[in-house]
């Protein structure tokens, strides 16, 4: 009996997929299918997969030509798959050809003529466009014009600004000042904010308002009630409201927190997370204080994050330690906030004008997970023991910071009018309480 063997991810299975799965069957008497699990599509950077694992499978196993159906999770598993299911020959499309001859010394490589004019890719950003505009005063922005184009059917519409300085120059051309918002909004099926947090409410509210969906940099609001408010008018109006969080979406950081949770390190007693950066206040002028964000607006929802995640939001007691700038009422350049749990504490610390190690360490009654300086864009992290010779090392691929990685889910959201935003709605409204807090006084020791 002579086995054939392919692999794909059969994403919006079409007629495409189909054929080549017929020419594959006919090369010999036993069809193997690979279908690809949605890890391993991500760590390659096959990111705008629609239908998960399950799906693909029973759709390749509905058209009845597969024989056998395995799923493919590793780098050089095709390899082992090869070996282990005595496979004579390898198929795969011609738009592959010459990247599987390495293959070649295991059984016979056949690159098959792909049907033309159909492919996942073109259904995904015909049938499911959204235009996507910008909003605010950051460089970020230009990284968000950057990982579009990694997304399939995303189109960036335009951008509104009060200050244009920090956009590229491309991205300059097609500015268009904030007092001309309701534009923009018009153009646009969804939008990205990240004005400064006190400007959140209006920009969102008007966006909802519009029947536009909604990313923002988190924190969305400043304030409890407008929070609460807006996640009616988000009902109401059958949009997504995002927190845009986007080291939520990094591999390696969902992972480590999947390990936590497991029991990896025993019972999670401590979370110390530290984000910090040298912003030269002194250096800046009336225009830029405008626009920049204070310690804890800027860094407070991603090191609140790993600590809300892993021990929830119902803490017993909690202390703000701040440090504000000369002259200024709750612009803080240092912050620290100490937390204590039933059977747990945490600790966070964040500065715009105070840089130290920025490191994650998770400990536990087992052992302990270290996530090296900038923990929030790691592609590495490390589960540590006593005994040394049991501690393991965990690398995963970083591509665009997680923001390619949270447009994909941010779209897909829109597409199926389901959440699946990684910062469920209990952790966002815990980042708004916290700044309000701040913000108020509470809890809050000024040094």
Known sequence: MKKVITYGTYDLLHYGHIRLLERAKALGDYLIVGVTADGFDMARGKLNVEQSLI??????????????????????????DIRRCGVDIFAIGSDWKG????????????????????????LRSKEHSVRLGLVGESPILNKFVRESKYVNGLTISGVCSENSRLLSDSLKAQCLPMDRYEELLSNSDAVYIISNPRCHYEHIRKALEKGCHVMCESPIVIN????????????????QLFDSLKTAYAMAYSRLVLLAKSGAIGQVMSVDATCTSMTNLEMSDDRDMKYLWNSIGAWGPTALLPIFQLLGTNYNSKMITTHLMEGTSDFD???KIAFVYPHAVASLKVGQGVKSEGELVISGTKGYIYVPAPWWKTDYFEVRYENPADNRRYFYQLDGEGIRYMLVVFKRAIQTGTATTYVDEQASAAFVDIISDFYNKKDTITI
């Open 99 to 122: 990247k599987f001859d390495y293959l070649k010394e295991f059984c016979q490589v056949v690159y098959l003529d792909r049907t033309e004019g159909i492919s996942s890719t073109d």
């Open 55 to 80: 799906e693909r499978i029973e759709a390749v196993r509905a058209t009845g030509i597969a024989d056998e159906i395995i799923v493919e999770e590793y780098e050089g598993q095709k390899i082992d």
């Open 333 to 335: 350049t240092f912050t």
């Open 224 to 239: 409890p009630e407008q929070l609460s408010e807006l996640r009616q008018l988000a009902k109401a109006h059958n949009c």
